[in-house]
Structures are given as structure tokens and as C-alpha cells.
């Protein structure tokens, strides 16, 4: 019997609308996205390979890191860039393609990774705009090519509110995803390790992929969240640096060595309350989710979510997927405001405490909406962050020394260890309405600055 990791603190949100294990071919998209805002740590503004007008193919440089300029951007598609839609202070918010429905695609190093060196690799990872899907730790931004993480870890699986199952995403990509692990095994002298759910059989693609080592875990979200993982298996310290990739990124390098092209094909959940049918829908990445949309919603003022209710962005309900999305949720817009509603029985809300008589139904699928639900106070100690963060860190703390921005203790209080995702639960349970997550990027922001 394997060794089971088992994860007590932490919260399930059982939502409705959980897509059904269906895949549909989507509809081709008539626009595609990249947006900039999805890498965190790229800053200030990328510098930019193409111009309205620009005629693009599958792996053209739409833009680039200006610190890093070998770190490209590229173009899931091929057509013309139509729009560079910018934000605050003339930021790039997206840079917009018109497909041609062609394809046409520049061709990259193809062959078995075995028989290449490290350089070789990293080098056809950047020219394809591949790289980018793999991030490192601390900080949760894009790796850095010129250093050696001590490993690599990856999620087998994902336990957030209605999210997809990767076993079934995953099915038929056996061989791809061990050439993708044949990759990545060259670009580390440590191990692979790869966490996956315990309380299911291992899933081939898992269980017989060779040069990793496999780490059962079973328990609450976070449990899946590759942050939390890395913690139970081996904490990253000052000075290590580890590496994380999602899955199905695997694959897409994968798939990259075994054709020489970039392949951006992306299995995708279209999941929530207010989703009429939720399916799983074979799409590309960065495609517009109107399709997806498409008499598929209720009429209702709607929230459009990239990624889940926790950790995901807001999105038109014409706007894209995000690069690391494997999921769209729609719920309903928080737009009502209750009289009295806390001194109602609540059967029908959701509770992560004892404040409703629904605490007692909480295996049911709940309607949640974006309301606040109440007002913004003093951030105090209370003990709800520890009760949803199974990691050896003070979240408090850590969050109080971010915002005095106090470097030698948000060093000592684990800033290097977590990520957005692993305090989404905290901003989700906290009374005082703090933005939890935001407060954490600019500690991160605060750190890279201060280290270089």
C-alpha cells in the first residue's frame, strides 16, 4: 500500500453545474487572446514582436519579456493580430488574433528529448513560446531558464470548486505526456514528483509514466493545489528553487518534440450554476468563449469567470480563455442585496461555519452569486486562515508583514513556499473581506525587487 498524505484543513465548495463527462468539438473561434495580465512578475510592459496588421502563424512571437528576452510569447493561431488592447498606465491587456481557420504553423526542433542535451531543449521550449507553461517557486512566476530547480513538481489532480477531472482530460495522451516528462527529466538533476487523488485508482497516464515518483494524497481542497503538495513532500527553503507545471502542459511539450510544432489544443470545463448543459469542449488556448456561450447560459446577469470561483479572472462573456485555464465557470453576478439576511435560516446558502442551517446539507450542490456579503473591517486575528491552510506557515502574519513591508520576516514566515492559489480559501472564509490574494502578489513584487 502506497503512503497516503492525508490533508484535514481546508474546505470543499460543492457548487451545481459540475460538466458532465462529455467532450464536444467546439466551434472554431474567430478571435484568439494572449493576454500579459496571466504571467505575473512580467513587468512593467512586455515588449511588443508584432503590430495591428501583423500576419501571424502557429508559434509567431506576439511579445516578449523585456528582462528576458529570450522568453516568448506566441500565437496559438494563425491569422492577423487585430487588436493590443491596453489597460492602466498604457499596459498590454491583450494582444488580439483574427484566425484564418488555416493552422499554418512554424516548425520547431522535433525528436526524442533522450537524445538531446539540456540547451537544446530549453532553447526549442523558448523559440516555440512553450516555455511560459512552466513556473517556479517562490514567487509563482515564469521559471527562470538560466538556473536548475532542486525539482519538478506537478498535480495529478485538481480539487477546487467544480473542477476538471485531469484523468479524463487527460485519456489517450499516455504518450505525449511521458515525452513531455522525458523533457522536463533533462532539465533537472532532482526528481519529478507528481501528487495525485488516493481516493481514486491512478489513472494510466500516471501510473505508468516512467522517471517520476508518485505522491498519493487525499483529503479537503487545497489538497490538489500543487503548492500545498510541495509542502508535504519537501518545503522549498531560501535559496532552492523549485519548479511546478500543469498536466496538460505536459502534454503540449509533448507534443511539441514528437511533431515540431506548437500544438495549443486545450480540453476545457464549462461549468457553473447558470451553464445549461456544462460539457467538457475541445478548444484551443486563448480562444474566445462565445462559442462556448452560445445559447448554452441562462438569460440572467451572469459572472464569466476564466479558471474557478476562487483563483479565476473576470471575463466578458465574448473575452478568452486564460493561458493556464482549463476551465470556464459562469454563476450569477452578485448585483441583490438581502434585507435581514443573516438573521435568515439560510437554507439554501452556503456555509463554511455554522451560521446556517445548510451546514448541514453541505454535500448538496449550492448557488453562489459574487455579493460581498457584508462590509470590509478590521483584519484581526481570528483563526479561520489556519483552519483552511493545511501548510506549516502563519497566514496572518505573513499577510500583516507583506503589507508593512517587512522583507527579513516575510522571509521567516514562508513567502517563498505559497502561492495565490494556496490563500484562496483564505480570502474566501475572511469576515474582514480582505483581498487576500492581492496583498500576497505585492509581497512577491516586493520580494523580486528587493532581490533583483
Not at 109 to 121: A, F, H, S
Request: glycine share 8%; proline share 6%; hydrophobic share 40%.
Amino acid at each position: 500500500m502506497p503512503k497516503v498524505i492525508r490533508i484535514k484543513k481546508g474546505l470543499d465548495i460543492k457548487l451545481k453545474g459540475k460538466a458532465e463527462k462529455i467532450i464536444i468539438q467546439a466551434e472554431p473561434s474567430e478571435f484568439y487572446a494572449v493576454k500579459p495580465p496571466d504571467f505575473p512578475g512580467l513587468f512593467p510592459i512586455p515588449k511588443l514582436s508584432v503590430k495591428v496588421g501583423s500576419d501571424v502563424r502557429v508559434g509567431s512571437p506576439l511579445f516578449y519579456d523585456k528582462y528576458q528576452p529570450a522568453v516568448l510569447f506566441t500565437s496559438p493561431v494563425s491569422g492577423k493580430v487585430v487588436a493590443v488592447n491596453r489597460g492602466e498606465r498604457r499596459s498590454i491587456s491583450e494582444v488580439v488574433i483574427e484566425s484564418d481557420q488555416k493552422d499554418e504553423a512554424i516548425t520547431f526542433l522535433k525528436g526524442d528529448p533522450k537524445t538531446m542535451n539540456k540547451e537544446e531543449i530549453i532553447d526549442n521550449l523558448l523559440k516555440s513560446g512553450v516555455w511560459p507553461f512552466i513556473r517556479q517557486r517562490p514567487f509563482h512566476i515564469i521559471a527562470d531558464y538560466k538556473e536548475e530547480p532542486r525539482a519538478i513538481f506537478i498535480s495529478g489532480f485538481d480539487s477546487a470548486p467544480l473542477a476538471p477531472d485531469l484523468d479524463f482530460i487527460l485519456y489517450g495522451e499516455e504518450e505525449a505526456f511521458q515525452t513531455g516528462i522525458d523533457a522536463l527529466s533533462q532539465l533537472t538533476s532532482g526528481k519529478i514528483h507528481i501528487g495525485i487523488n488516493a481516493v481514486f485508482p491512478t489513472a494510466d497516464i500516471f501510473s505508468r509514466a516512467e522517471g517520476v515518483e508518485l505522491h498519493h494524497f487525499k483529503g479537503l481542497h487545497p489538497a490538489g493545489n500543487v503548492g500545498v503538495q510541495i509542502n508535504h513532500i519537501d518545503p522549498v527553503k531560501k535559496g532552492e528553487v523549485v519548479w511546478t507545471i500543469n498536466p496538460q502542459d505536459v502534454v503540449v511539450i509533448g507534443k511539441l518534440f514528437e511533431k515540431g510544432v506548437f500544438k495549443p489544443t486545450r480540453l476545457v470545463a464549462f461549468a457553473g450554476s447558470e451553464v445549461i448543459n456544462p460539457r467538457y469542449y475541445r478548444t484551443k488556448l486563448g480562444a474566445s468563449v462565445k462559442m462556448l456561450v452560445k445559447d448554452n447560459v441562462t438569460d440572467s446577469n451572469n459572472r464569466y469567470i476564466s479558471g474557478n470561483v476562487l483563483t479565476g479572472s473576470k471575463i466578458s462573456k465574448e473575452g478568452f480563455i486564460g493561458f493556464y485555464d482549463s476551465q470556464i465557470t459562469v454563476i450569477p453576478e452578485g448585483d441583490h442585496y438581502e434585507f435581514l439576511g443573516w438573521a435568515l435560516p439560510g437554507l439554501k446558502k452556503f456555509s463554511a461555519s455554522r451560521t446556517f442551517f445548510s451546514f448541514f446539507t453541505l454535500n448538496k450542490g449550492f448557488t453562489l452569486h459574487t455579493n460581498l456579503q457584508g462590509g470590509r473591517r478590521a483584519f484581526v486575528l481570528s483563526g479561520q486562515y489556519e483552519k483552511v491552510l493545511p501548510m506549516d506557515i502563519y497566514p496572518v502574519h505573513l499577510l500583516k508583514a507583506i503589507l508593512v513591508e517587512d522583507i527579513d520576516l516575510m522571509e521567516n514566515l514562508g513567502i517563498y513556499e505559497v502561492a495565490e492559489e494556496d490563500f484562496a480559501l483564505c480570502e474566501f472564509v475572511c469576515t474582514s473581506k480582505t483581498e487576500v490574494q492581492s496583498i500576497l502578489r505585492s509581497g512577491f513584487e516586493l520580494m523580486q525587487k528587493e532581490l533583483g
